[in-house]
């Protein structure tokens, strides 16, 4: 599948082969053009941005200037923003018009979720909500239908690195059991090509691996190990 341009609303299309997003967590920092050009030309389907605030996780990373950044040297790539902060609403005009095309938000934020995801529409992009590995799952259904992405955390959101937690396929599977044919449901934490074969098999078709692609040498070979080709 040829990399998914900007306007083509890769996550409004209807579910289909599964989709590899490299997070740009675990990239070169500086070098990163040239790091999000390598991922996306040797397979990669779009760019996972991780935003975090130092308050809802304990990390910093990065924020619109960067995506403003990696959408001027890549204006046809999909950028994927998951946000892992206290009080999305605020980033919403910034990212939109920094180039963002998806912004997720998490369930466990301070803002009223179903007016984020009016916002977000409003904004011109697509909406994603996510889950960390400890919450209800009841916390998150309420909420489902709004969303055109739904993020199962499969580790405890920060860092990359860490170790794929088994226990959130269930709430993979029941996500997949209620999501529309138009709706995808994500995976993010710890997803190397053996953990993506469950991920898989539960349902996700959005997997995003930091660890698993930047820190090998053949980001194609790990790109398509993720996928199962
Ligand atoms: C974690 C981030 C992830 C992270 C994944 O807080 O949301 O996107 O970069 O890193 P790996 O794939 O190394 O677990
Ligand atoms: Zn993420």
Same mark, same amino acid.
């Given at each position: 599948m040829p990399a998914l341009k900007k306007g083509e609303s890769l996550f409004l299309a209807q579910r289909g082969a599964p989709l590899v997003a490299p997070s740009i967590l675990s990239a070169d920092f500086a070098r990163l053009e040239v790091e999000c050009r390598a991922v996306m030309e040797q397979g990669a389907d779009?760019?996972?941005?991780?935003?975090?605030?130092?308050?809802?996780?304990?990390?910093?990373s990065m924020g619109p200037a960067l995506c403003h950044?990696? #959408?001027?040297?890549?204006?046809?790539?999909?950028? =994927?923003? &998951?946000m892992m902060v206290t009080n999305p609403g605020q980033f919403i005009a910034p990212f939109a018009r920094a180039?963002?095309?998806n912004f997720t938000i998490h369930v466990e934020c301070d803002e009223d979720i179903e007016?984020?995801?009016?916002?977000?529409?409003?904004?011109?992009?697509?909406?994603g909500l996510a889950i960390k590995p400890d919450t209800p799952f009841e916390d998150m259904a309420p909420y489902v239908d709004r969303f055109?992405?739904?993020l199962v955390m499969s580790v405890h959101p920060g860092f990359s690195g860490q170790a794929f937690i088994?226990?959130?396929?269930?709430?993979? #599977?029941?996500?997949?059991?209620?999501?529309?044919? =138009?709706? &995808?449901?994500?995976m993010d934490g710890g997803v190397d090509p053996g953990s993506a074969v469950a991920c898989r098999e539960a349902g996700c078709d959005v997997l995003v691996a930091a660890s698993a692609i930047f820190?090998?040498?053949?980001?194609?070979?790990?790109?398509a190990a993720l996928r199962g080709d």
């Open positions: 779009l760019l996972h941005l991780d935003v975090m605030d130092g308050h809802f996780v304990p990390n910093l950044a990696v #959408r001027h040297h890549l204006p046809e790539t999909f950028l =994927d923003v &998951h180039g963002a095309d007016d984020l995801a009016d916002a977000i529409h409003a904004a011109g992009m697509t909406a055109n992405l739904l088994p226990e959130v396929l269930e709430t993979t #599977r029941r996500l997949d059991g209620m999501i529309r044919s =138009d709706q &995808h449901i994500q820190k090998g040498d053949d980001y194609g070979a790990s790109i």
